[in-house]
């Protein structure tokens, strides 16, 4: 019964080697199965590896487009930096140009004394006297010849515009004390005139000290009257002239002084009989207020400044275009690169 068995199994190994023998190609294509098998679970890998090199791709046109942006922003503050440079230059010569009036104010309590020349012609000198605190004492014998209390000095020059008229003039000290309110009241008479108006010429300058101590009065009296105007008042009146001083600072350095006037006149009542023809005239000059009048040009144009202007512009324009030049090295750079890695990826898949 055993050796039966043996003999049937026996023979079904046989026809197994066989049917193995005949059909070698059934293993190798599940062979072949199995290793497409395993290359399919392996495809995801390269299909990473192919989307890598787009996203490093995205990542460097990001980096050129920020990086040409950037370019331009520095591109446009250049521009703007040479337009500020261009306003700075226009702004300094223009303010070389025009400078402005500078006003300042000194306040004093006693001035020089100024010089007031006085032409009268005809008209005589009656009184001359100093007063204090706006206050003048009324008139005891008007017309009549009174005290002559005043520094005065008369002198005759040549009319500088003429030359060949000569001309009178009596030079009288005007006040000094401006905080006790001086005053100098002068009293004038003319005996008749052919006139239709009648008035007396006055003069102020600066300093009576300085005419006194001139060795050629006559000259300084011409370049007075040359450079000075002159004024009136009228007879019959009593005028108030209130003086202010203004200084003005040449660009050489010179400086020249201007008198500004407030006048104010009173009509006077003669109270007494006298000829029609005969008139009197009265004036008074004070000190308006404490304070001279400095005008001077300044030039408010700083070199100092606009050199700082200037030096940070042009800093800040050298940073840009150093910026601009490593910019465009660094794109030339990545650029180069970009086609070194497409070079290689052609050439690995050739």
């Not at 009576?208 to 009296?221: G, I, L, T, V, Y």
């Not at 407030?262 to 009509?267: D, G, I, K, L, Q």
């Not at 008074?284 to 400095?294: A, H, L």
Request: hydrophobic share 40%; glycine share 4%; proline share 5%.
């Amino acid at each position: 019964m055993l050796r039966p068995e043996v003999s049937a199994s026996y023979q079904e190994l046989s026809e197994d080697v066989e049917r193995v023998s005949e059909n070698p190609t059934d293993e190798r294509g599940g062979e072949m199965e199995v290793q497409e098998d395993a290359s399919s679970i392996i495809l995801p890998e390269s299909e990473l590896g192919t989307t890598a090199p787009s996203l490093r791709f995205s990542k460097t046109c990001l980096k050129n487009v920020f990086s040409v942006i950037l370019l331009f922003v520095y591109l446009l503050l250049m521009a703007v930096a040479v337009f500020l440079v261009y306003q700075t230059i226009s702004d300094f010569r223009e303010k070389l140009k025009h400078p402005v009036m500078s006003v300042s104010y000194k306040e004093v309590s006693l001035y020089d004394a100024p010089g007031i020349a006085f032409y009268p012609g005809k008209a005589q000198l009656l009184s001359c006297k100093h007063h204090y605190y706006d206050h003048i004492p009324p008139l005891i014998n008007p017309g009549q010849p009174g005290d002559i209390e005043c520094t005065t000095q008369r002198i005759n020059y040549t009319d500088p515009f003429t030359n060949q008229t000569m001309k009178y003039a009596l030079v009288v000290q005007g006040p000094r004390d401006v905080k006790k309110k001086e005053v100098v009241f002068l009293q004038f008479h003319l005996n008749g005139t052919d006139q239709d108006f009648s008035a007396i010429d006055y003069l102020l300058f600066s300093s009576f000290q300085e005419f006194m101590n001139s060795p050629e009065k006559a000259a300084f009296m011409k370049d007075c009257e040359s450079s000075y105007s002159s004024w009136k008042f009228s007879g019959g009146f009593r005028t108030w002239v209130k003086m202010s001083l203004v200084k003005t600072k040449e660009e050489d350095g010179s400086e020249t002084v201007e008198f500004k006037q407030e006048t104010s006149v009173v009509t006077y009542i003669d109270q007494t009989i006298k000829p029609r023809s005969d008139q009197l005239f009265f004036v008074v000059f004070e000190w308006k207020d404490p304070f001279i009048q400095t005008v001077q040009d300044i030039v408010t144009a700083n070199p100092w400044n606009t050199i700082a202007l200037l030096c940070g512009i042009f800093l800040a324009l050298f940073k840009a275009a150093d910026f601009a030049k490593l910019s465009v090295k660094w794109m030339i750079k990545i650029r180069k690169r970009h086609l070194k890695r497409k070079s290689q990826v052609m050439n690995h898949i050739n």
